[in-house]
């Protein structure tokens, strides 16, 4: 027979309009004569001719069809096993469907894989196939609207995802071996569509643009994610494949057939490259989530780290001064006649250095907690003087020379008593430290006054005349663990600028002319 095939995707007849020229005839075992078409034709009165037939044109797109429909139910059903929501699953399980019906669909496509097809096909088998394969998609994407925002997943919930999933893949399976050996073995209980009245094609198509239009409306007034939007676009190119499989296909191999596959291999691809790109982006998110988790494990363990060492380093003072004065203590006991005024003064020292190793602790614990309990209103000038009574000895036993220019009326300042004392002590025995080994005149200068640009802050500065800090490790002398002394642990300063900002201050380091270094410590008034 020589002829041409009128179509709705599969759907043909006999066209006698058709004008072509045989390329080639073959016999089947029966020993029929087949003849294929070598003209791309758009009607009786087009003879456009597009491109020769390709046999291998419909395993081809469908091939990739079935591929990429598989891959996106794969993908389906994994978001399904993470969120267990039965949405998810019968969407999945449509695409399964898809997948499944479109390889019935081509081993039964006439001159696919034989001239009549093969599984036993019928003259009605391949168009109700396509059929088939046209209205699951949009049935799902109904029922996973419908579900998506009542779903509370508790039934699924119930059970392994696993196994709602081994159940779904189970039941699809059967219902696709099911429906094709119906449409193949009892294709003529079937209406007939090929070679019937064109009624019938048309309701048929009708049908299925019903659905395609119901799945698009129902999408677009219950979207709700990235996913909903991508379905719409299928939905949309699927609604122009099946118009365009309608309308604008006469015979099979013409340019609207090749178009109708084009759009339906497109449709296939769009929700795809859409979960690709989701599931890409939610391993960023995670990739990152885990990288923050884990930067701030570490950061937690600095922080363990930096407590223990700041209570290692700001302990140390207040026991190294017990120890002296009890051994300064004993010395006196010791006499052939003791002093017991002096050793009473010792002892008292102890006492006070005990204090103030408790309050150093209770500091440091509430500094850490972010803790304001324990703030009270004092002034700068007095602390300073009680700090230069703590280090008298150490300034006189190092031939330090201490300058005090303190401004009178300063504001008065809410801060932690016990906090601010340990960083101008700390600040004071660094200055010592620099000035320990030189030659020239040793000057400890200590200044307050109020910052000239806005009155609500108060400045300390302390000046040392010592060795000073090398230009290229100013910037990291406040950093953790950062030292520039063979005995330091790189904590003191750290501890320091910590307390200075837990106050809404700020410290700052700068070059001291012609030697050392000042640190200047910025602390706001009561009114600011």
Wanted: glycine share 8%; aromatic share 8%; proline share 3%.
């Amino acid at each position: 027979m020589c002829g041409s095939l009128l179509t709705y995707g599969d759907f043909h007849r006999p066209f006698a309009g058709y004008a072509a020229r045989p390329l080639c005839t073959n016999h089947t075992s029966h020993g029929a004569r087949v003849t294929r078409p070598t003209a791309i034709s758009l009607g009786s009165s087009s003879a456009v001719k597009v491109a020769d037939w390709v046999g291998a044109f419909i395993p081809t797109v469908e091939t990739a069809i079935v591929v990429s429909d598989l891959a996106t139910s794969a993908l389906l059903f994994a978001q399904f096993s993470i969120v267990h929501r039965s949405a998810l699953l019968v969407l999945a399980s449509g695409y399964l469907f898809t997948g499944l019906i479109v390889i019935p669909h081509m081993v039964t496509f006439p001159g696919a894989f034989a001239p009549t097809g093969i599984l036993g096909a019928g003259p009605q088998s391949t168009a109700w196939l396509y059929h088939l394969w046209k209205v699951s998609l949009p049935l799902a994407v109904i029922a996973y609207v419908l579900l998506k925002d009542s779903d509370r997943g508790a039934s699924v919930a119930q059970r392994s995802p696993v196994t709602a999933i081994g159940w779904s893949v189970a039941t699809v399976i059967a219902i696709v071996c099911g429906l094709t050996w119906a449409v193949t073995a009892e294709g003529r209980l079937l209406p007939a569509i090929v070679g019937g009245a064109t009624v019938t094609r048309h309701l048929v198509g009708g049908l299925d643009i019903s659905l395609i239009a119901g799945a698009l409306a129902l999408l677009w007034f219950r979207r709700r994610s990235v996913l909903d939007l991508w379905l719409m676009v299928m939905c949309f190119i699927l609604l122009l494949e099946i118009a365009m499989a309608i309308m604008l296909v006469d015979t099979r191999f013409s340019l609207g057939f090749y178009a109708s596959r084009f759009y339906a291999l497109i449709a296939t691809i769009v929700v795809l490259l859409v979960l690709l790109s989701e599931t890409t982006i939610l391993y960023a998110y995670l990739a990152r989530s885990v990288m923050k988790q884990r930067q701030d494990r570490e950061g937690r363990q600095i922080a363990m780290d930096v407590m223990a060492a700041s209570i290692a380093h700001e302990i140390n003072q207040p026991l190294g001064a017990m120890v002296t004065n009890a051994n300064a203590a004993l010395r006196w006991m010791a006499n052939a006649t003791p002093d017991l005024d002096e050793a009473r003064s010792a002892i008292a020292r102890i006492v006070k250095d005990g204090q103030r190793a408790n309050e150093i602790i209770a500091s440091i614990r509430s500094m850490f907690k972010k803790d304001f309990h324990g703030r009270t209103q004092l002034s700068v000038n007095d602390l300073v003087r009680e700090v230069v009574t703590m280090i008298e000895v150490d300034l006189r036993t190092q031939r330090i020379t201490i300058s005090l220019e303190l401004r009178q009326g300063l504001p008065q300042l809410i801060a932690d008593r016990g906090q601010l004392q340990q960083v101008f002590l700390n600040l004071c025995a660094n200055a010592i430290d620099a000035m320990r080994f030189v030659e020239r005149p040793r000057l400890l200068r200590i200044q307050s006054d109020v910052i000239t640009e806005s009155s609500s802050y108060i400045l300390v500065s302390i000046e040392d005349s010592g060795t000073g800090i090398d230009g290229k490790h100013r910037d990291r002398i406040l950093e953790p663990f950062f030292t520039t002394k063979s005995s330091g642990t790189g904590i003191g300063l750290t501890i320091c600028q910590s307390i200075i900002e837990s106050h809404g201050g700020s410290l700052k380091v700068s070059a001291n002319h012609p030697h050392g270094t000042i640190f200047h410590v910025a602390l706001p008034t009561r009114d600011s």
